[in-house]
Antibody, heavy 118, light 107 residues
Framework: QITLKESGPTLVKPTQTLTLTCTFS??????????VGWIRQPPGEALEWLAL???????RYNPSLNNRLTITKDTSKNQVVLTVTNMDPVDTATYYC??????????WGQGTLVTVSA | DIQMTQSPSSVSASVGDRVTITCRAS??????LAWYQQKPGKAPNLLIY???SLQSGVPSRFSGSGSGTDFTLSISGLQPDDFATYYC?????????FGQGTKLEIK
């Protein structure tokens, strides 16, 4: 059974860097074809895909965030880490990590709400 | 980027009704399309992938169709548990993009 859970700060100040960790079980990111992505959702708004990391360490980012994203993995810990630099109040959102299968996200974490405020 | 446009933005229906939601892509995505259901305070749940394939465990009253730029999600025999927000997502090219959502409300 695949499970994922996000962890990290619930409140960050403007200009700070956000670091979120996704801890997962039920699969290994060292296995061919596996991938984990991050998606966010501002309150009351739609979903926005942020980043993806593959088993072979290929990384994909949403260019709309202007190079503010970094995604990494620690296969031994079954973790994926997302950092977002230069946080702004518009980045206030629930951040989800999700298991990707064939382009689609079939298992999701519960999400973590991150508020950006001074 | 491929823009995904859903219609309607909201729809009211009664238990037992059949509802259809449309998703249009700004350029062809072949069959690289998924549908998700999201309830308040919860993560999205994958319903349909590859435009028409039913995800394991999803009731058969949900169905998807379409290819290229035009897609539909149909729900037949609406159940109380189906009232939620639905999103489409294209997986043809990066960045993956979602529609703006369709809120299905009880009439």
């Amino acid at each position: 059974q695949i499970t994922l859970k996000e962890s990290g700060p619930t409140l960050v100040k403007p200009t700070q860097t956000l670091t979120l960790t996704c801890t997962f079980s039920g699969f290994s990111l060292s296995t061919s074809e596996e991938a984990v992505g991050w998606i966010r959702q501002p309150p009351g708004e739609a979903l926005e895909w942020l980043a993806l990391i593959y088993w072979h360490d290929e990384k994909r980012y949403n260019p709309s965030l202007n190079n503010r994203l970094t995604i990494t993995k620690d296969t031994s810990k079954n973790q994926v880490v997302l950092t977002v630099t230069n946080m702004d109040p518009v980045d206030t959102a629930t951040y989800y990590c999700a298991h990707r299968r064939g382009g689609y996200f079939d298992y999701w974490g519960q999400g973590t709400l991150v508020t950006v405020s001074a | 980027d491929i823009q995904m446009t859903q219609s309607p933005s909201s729809v009211s229906a009664s238990v037992g009704d059949r509802v259809t939601i449309t998703c249009r892509a700004s350029q062809g995505v072949s069959s690289w399309l998924a549908w998700y259901q999201q309830k308040p305070g919860k993560a999205p749940n994958l319903l349909i992938y590859a435009a028409s394939s039913l995800q394991s465990g999803v009731p058969s009253r949900f169905s998807g169709s379409g290819s290229g730029t035009d897609f539909t999600l149909s729900i037949s025999g609406l159940q109380p548990d189906d009232f939620a927000t639905y999103y489409c997502q294209q997986a043809k090219s990066y960045p993956y993009t979602f529609g703006q959502g369709t809120k299905l409300e009880i009439k």
